[in-house]
């Protein structure tokens, strides 16, 4: 079976405090993505990379980065939290680079509050 | 802008048929995706069109109109298990996908 793993399900944070989710698949897939999803909102694409070390700011890339320092894991990095962030975050894969329109996989979500 | 627009809430009855809508407004087409999410789950992929008309598979079926810029995912047979949200997202011309809101379906015995 395909996989992809968000490291925490629920994490609770600090305003201030620096947050790091982490995703890893294991399908051997070039892009990956991460997204935060609000209720009464459609997904919402923070940043992508289609290779390692690669990255391309997405829809709501501010106050967040990434890191893809290997081809099986993409992190998302909150330098310093805000209530704002409150969200549920998923990352997803596909192949194929820029142009693939192949459907994604996703891993089961972060649920992050920040109080 | 980029838009795409789902109904927010459906109910149906489980055995019946109901029938998902979807329009949009995008910056060029390269597909349309229709992704099924149960409560505190991932979502997960149903149907892929880039061609007008009806793509059937076993109890689900999702139809395109690139002219009318409008899609639907029909479910046939409905299961308590159907009870989800059905997200519907548009590849645009530059590859990004666009993502509607996504519909909640209630099922009701």
């Known amino acids: 079976d395909v996989k992809v793993t968000q490291s925490s399900r629920y994490l609770v944070k600090r305003t201030g405090e620096k947050v790091f989710l982490e995703c890893v698949q294991d399908?051997?897939?070039?892009?990956m993505f991460w997204y935060r999803q609000d209720p009464g909102l459609g997904l919402r694409l923070i940043y992508f990379s289609y290779d390692v070390k690669m990255k391309e700011k997405g829809d709501i890339p501010e106050g967040y980065s990434v890191s893809r320092e290997k081809k099986e894991r993409f992190s998302l990095i909150l330098e310093s939290a805000s209530t704002n962030q409150t969200s549920m975050y998923l990352c997803?894969?596909?192949?194929?680079?820029?142009?693939?329109?192949?459907?994604?996989?996703f891993g089961e979500g972060s649920r992050l509050t920040v109080l | 802008g980029q838009n795409i627009d789902q109904p927010t809430e459906m109910t149906a009855t489980e055995g019946a048929i109901v029938q998902i809508n979807c329009t949009y407004q995008?910056?060029?087409?390269?597909?349309l995706f229709w992704y099924q999410q149960h409560a505190g789950e991932a979502p997960t992929f149903l149907s892929y069109n880039v061609l007008d008309g009806l793509e059937e598979k076993g109890r689900f079926s999702s139809f395109l109109s690139r002219s009318k810029g409008y899609s639907y995912l029909l479910l046939k047979e409905l299961q308590m298990k159907d009870s989800a949200s059905y997200l519907c997202?548009?590849?645009?011309?530059?590859?990004?996908?666009?993502w509607g809101a996504g519909t909640k379906l209630i099922i009701k015995p």
């Open positions: 997202a548009v590849t645009d011309s530059n590859y990004q996908l666009i």
């Open positions: 399908m051997d897939h070039e892009n």
């Open positions: 997803a894969s596909t192949t194929g680079g820029p142009e693939n329109t192949g459907e994604l996989f």
């Open positions: 995008t910056s060029g087409f390269n597909g």
